[in-house]
């Protein structure tokens, strides 16, 4: 079992940053594929980014945050962060972290099973 624990939500104004912070703890390990996924209610949840964290592999991102959201992993502290510049306002959502045992190339596909959840931490961007 992978426990993981969203923190960096918060309001932010229209064109500012934000990073947000998912650890990981319990059945961790050094391969897996971690990532950051968005909703908002009414609508269906948004891959945003993943990257796996074993090896130099592209991180995924989806088009509305290319450019703008960086996802980086510290694998000595087991911690997944997004980076997020130039926000706007369509960017208000829950922001999940999520993580699966699985391949690089699954990882990178924009359409990977997720196995473990975090609890979500809310950005919201006011114009």
């Known amino acids: 079992q992978v426990r993981l624990a969203e923190s960096g939500g918060g309001s932010v104004q229209a064109g500012g940053s934000q990073r947000l912070s998912c650890a990981a703890s319990?059945?961790?390990?050094?391969?897996?594929?971690m990532g950051w996924f968005r909703q908002t209610p009414g609508k269906e949840r948004e891959e945003v980014a993943a990257?796996?964290?074993?090896?130099?592999?592209?991180?995924y991102y989806a088009d509305s945050v290319k450019g703008r959201f960086t996802a980086s992993h510290d694998n000595a502290e087991k911690v997944l962060y997004l980076n997020m510049n130039t926000l706007q306002p369509e960017d208000t959502a829950m922001y999940y972290c999520?993580?699966?045992?699985?391949?690089?190339?699954?990882?990178?596909?924009?359409?990977?099973?997720?196995?473990?959840w975090g609890q979500g931490t809310q950005v919201t961007v006011s114009s």
């Open positions: 319990g059945a961790t390990d050094d391969n897996v594929c």
């Open positions: 990257i796996y964290t074993g090896g130099a592999h592209n991180p």
């Open positions: 999520a993580a699966a045992f699985i391949g690089p190339y699954d990882c990178s596909s924009g359409s990977w099973s997720t196995s473990f």
